[in-house]
């Protein structure tokens, strides 16, 4: 298995455009995790999935954060409008049942 | 209180030493207790993944579990320039949902 990949691994936009991150979780997986990190706050969850439902959006930072995850295969995190202080690296993880994380290797995110 | 605490760091040690790593949390409630090492520029990947007090060994890496103490460790033994990276604790508790916790990592260099 490839492991959990995310796309795209770096991107720069300028303040006030669209960003969308996409993640592939391990096939079989039932979890899904959007976190981000940052040096100041460290690794935060944002949105959690089960069974391609939202379960807890609590972290989302605010309206102009969504997620997606329309398939068992396939989740996108948008962020629009884009701010300067958004910039972090995204990681998406996913997990089977109890087992671990497996993170994918982010998306370093920069807002100009 | 924050739920978790780790020294940040930087930690560094020479070649063949033996690191130790901690942390503390709050909530009694968490159950399950888990190390992951960051390398710059990549996931967080997981190392030892534990739900009861005690050790757990693997290789060169022991997990220590003191949930009278509310205190987590981990040891490295016979310690590599390999092994510097970023390491992380996270505690989760599955009661009402999920409640998963990252601590804010211990950067660890090991010098050749």
């Known amino acids: 298995d490839a492991g959990v990949i995310q796309s795209p691994r770096h991107e720069v936009t300028e303040m006030g455009q669209e960003v969308t991150l996409r993640c592939k979780p391990i096939s079989g997986h039932d979890y899904l995790f959007w976190y981000r990190q940052t040096m100041m706050r460290g690794l935060e969850l944002l949105i959690y999935?089960?069974?391609?439902?939202?379960?807890?959006d609590s972290g989302m930072p605010e309206d102009r954060f969504s997620a997606k995850m329309p398939n068992a295969s396939f989740s996108t995190l948008k962020i629009q409008p884009s701010e300067p202080r958004d910039s972090a690296v995204y990681f998406c993880?996913?997990?089977?049942?109890?087992?671990?994380?497996?993170f994918g290797s982010g998306t370093r995110l920069t807002v100009v | 209180q924050k739920e978790v605490e780790q020294d940040p760091g930087p930690l560094s040690v020479p070649e063949g030493a033996i690191v130790s790593l901690n942390c503390t949390y709050s909530?009694?409630?968490?159950?399950?207790f888990m190390w992951y090492r960051q390398y710059s520029r990549k996931g967080p990947e997981l190392l030892m993944y534990?739900?009861?007090?005690g050790n757990k060994e693997d290789g060169r890496f022991t997990a220590q579990v003191d949930k009278s103490s509310k205190y987590i460790s981990l040891f490295i033994r016979d310690s590599q320039p390999s092994d510097s990276a970023t390491y992380l604790c996270a505690i989760e508790t599955r009661n009402y949902g999920q409640n998963f916790v990252f601590g804010p990592g211990t950067r660890l260099s090991v010098l050749p």
């Open positions: 999935f089960n069974n391609n439902v939202p379960i807890d």
């Open positions: 993880a996913s997990r089977l049942g109890t087992s671990g994380y497996t």
């Open positions: 534990t739900y009861s007090s």
């Open positions: 909530n009694s409630a968490f159950q399950y």
